[in-house]
T-cell receptor
């Protein structure tokens, strides 16, 4: 089945620790995105990537880093510089194809908590 | 910059009844897409319906339909014959269609409860 896989489902971070959230897609989509969701808030864009080896900052990129070495994969690292990392993180992807462009499909999310 | 506003933090509806969720947006773009996404308790985001701004006809997907008023920058979602499985957070989202424009701007959501 085609889709977007995020892992792990739950993640705990200790003070001063970097953690990496995985996002893999087999939809052959060019673009991938990371969003953060806090209670009572909509989704806020952290980073996005339109092609391999290229990515752009979103609205709340501070304290996060990403890489895009493969089309299928877009991991997000939450660094120790992110002082309030507790949130629900969603990965999405979309195609450039006419008609379906701009439709973003989402993974099941990762819940990150601070110990 | 685009903004999306959902003015109803919470709503409830009796099973089998109809409910309308409101969304307004602000943009200087002329061509764009609008979306409604559903996030059930599982927290998986699911696309409900999409509207292209250049199309005057309102989009419909089974029990879900929209009322798109471009001049008023309004994009409401109507759910007919509400079912228990419709209980979820609903998010309105916007994206321009210009080259290189792929970002979605989301509203803060409306929590819908369907009551048996």
């Amino acid at each position: 089945d085609g889709g977007i896989t995020q892992s792990p489902k739950y993640l705990f971070r200790k003070e001063g620790q970097n953690v990496t959230l995985s996002c893999e897609q087999n939809l052959n989509h060019d673009a991938m995105y990371w969003y953060r969701q806090d209670p009572g808030q909509g989704l806020r864009l952290i980073y996005y990537s339109q092609i391999v080896n290229d990515f752009q900052k979103g609205d709340i990129a501070e304290g996060y880093s990403v890489s895009r070495e493969k089309k299928e994969s877009f991991p997000l690292t939450v660094t120790s510089a992110q002082k309030n990392p507790t949130a629900f993180y969603l990965c999405a992807s979309s195609t450039f194809g006419q008609g379906n462009r701009n439709i973003q499909y989402f993974g099941a999310g990762t819940r990150l908590s601070v110990l | 910059a685009q903004t999306v506003t959902q003015s109803q933090p919470e709503m409830s509806v009796q099973e089998a009844e109809t409910v309308t969720l409101s969304c307004t947006y602000d943009t200087s773009e002329n061509n764009y897409y609008l979306f409604w996404y559903k996030q059930p308790p599982s927290r998986q985001m699911i696309l409900v319906i999409r509207q292209e701004a250049y199309k005057q006809q309102n989009a419909t997907e089974n029990r879900f339909s929209v009322n798109f008023q471009k001049a008023a920058k309004s994009f409401s979602l109507k759910i007919s014959d509400s079912q228990l499985g419709d209980t979820a957070m609903y998010f309105c989202a916007f994206t321009p269609t210009g080259a290189g424009s792929y970002q979605l701007t989301f509203g803060k959501g409306t929590k819908l409860s369907v009551i048996p």
